[in-house]
């Protein structure tokens, strides 16, 4: 669900909200340039994405400090229309296991955007392979900096250079040619339906690198992997009430925390609470009368 808000500094609000809420804010930077507040996405428009009771929670800090009127509603969001045209899944072996593999056309893709695929999923391989909960994503760095480096002269340049790079192991669990995208899933008899999950999350990564203008070569191999996970999906839309049952699928089962980005963060923020506690006690014994010390 959003609430849509009236600011003229988006950046201000976000830091009395992150201090109202004791919840650190984390920019998300592009394509969303939202800023992320615990389960609150505070988008670039100014809008707050959410869960309905974590928003009609906030509405009436908002509500006082100018950033929303009496009248302001939840709104929900309208799915997308425009998703890519997506080809049928087949079921393979691998490593002694069931994988199923699953095919997007991209058929008008540049140079530049098929490269942008590229880097976006070597750098966030780790992360997916995690989510997916499969070892069968691996795409070599240096294959993709050499792409950087020396662009492919036309999309069928392009997938000679990447069916290459799969002949000499630099390149494993996916496909990519001048027509499609393929990404190799789990599969597993009995929940068959997991692949709607995969197939949501192939199609919004596909959306993120096709609208990207350049998107940065790092790896990522973060000890919390939830916290980065959850950062990755909510860069891909993945927030708001709709997307509850996604993101539990692909968070539950990894390490860490999703609010915080380490221990020290969590533990600042327990205090900060602690404090916060403390002190409304202490002011309600004063109003009371009573003794205020411990």
């Not at 989510?131 to 900096?145: G, K, Q, S, Y």
């Not at 993101?247 to 860490?256: E, I, K, V």
């Amino acid at each position: 669900m959003t609430i849509t808000t009236q600011c003229d500094d988006r950046r201000s609000m976000v830091r009395m909200i992150s201090e109202h809420l004791s919840t650190p804010a984390t920019y998300l930077r592009t394509p969303t340039y939202a800023f992320q507040i615990g389960e609150l996405l505070v988008n670039r428009d100014g809008s707050i994405t959410g869960e309905p009771e974590a928003l009609n929670q906030l509405l009436p800090f908002l509500r006082d400090n100018g950033f929303a009127s009496e009248g302001v509603e939840l709104e929900t969001p309208q799915e997308e229309e425009d998703t890519m045209d997506k080809q049928p899944a087949m079921v393979s072996r691998s490593n002694d296991r069931y994988c199923m593999d699953i095919s997007f056309e991209i058929t008008d893709w540049t140079i530049s955007q098929l490269t942008n695929l590229m880097r976006m999923l070597c750098s966030k391989q780790y992360i997916i392979r995690k989510m997916l909960r499969t070892d069968d994503l691996h795409i070599a760095r240096d294959f993709v900096e050499e792409l950087s480096k020396t662009p492919p002269e036309s999309p069928a340049d392009f997938e000679a250079r990447v069916t290459q790079a799969a002949e000499n192991g630099l390149l494993q669990g996916m496909n990519l040619t001048a027509s499609a995208f393929t990404l190799a899933t789990p599969y597993s008899e009995a929940e068959p339906q997991n692949w709607t999950f995969y197939s949501d999350l192939i199609d919004r990564i596909l959306k993120q690198a096709k609208g990207a203008t350049r998107v940065r070569l790092a790896i990522d191999e973060p000890e919390n992997e939830k916290y980065a996970a959850r950062a990755f999906l909510l860069r891909l839309g993945y927030g708001g009430a709709d997307q509850k049952a996604a993101r539990s699928f692909f968070l539950d089962h990894l390490q860490g925390y999703a609010a915080f980005r380490d221990d020290a963060g969590m533990q600042a923020h327990k205090e900060k609470l602690a404090a916060k506690r403390q002190a409304a006690r202490q002011a309600d014994l004063k109003a009371e009368g009573g003794d205020t010390h411990d």
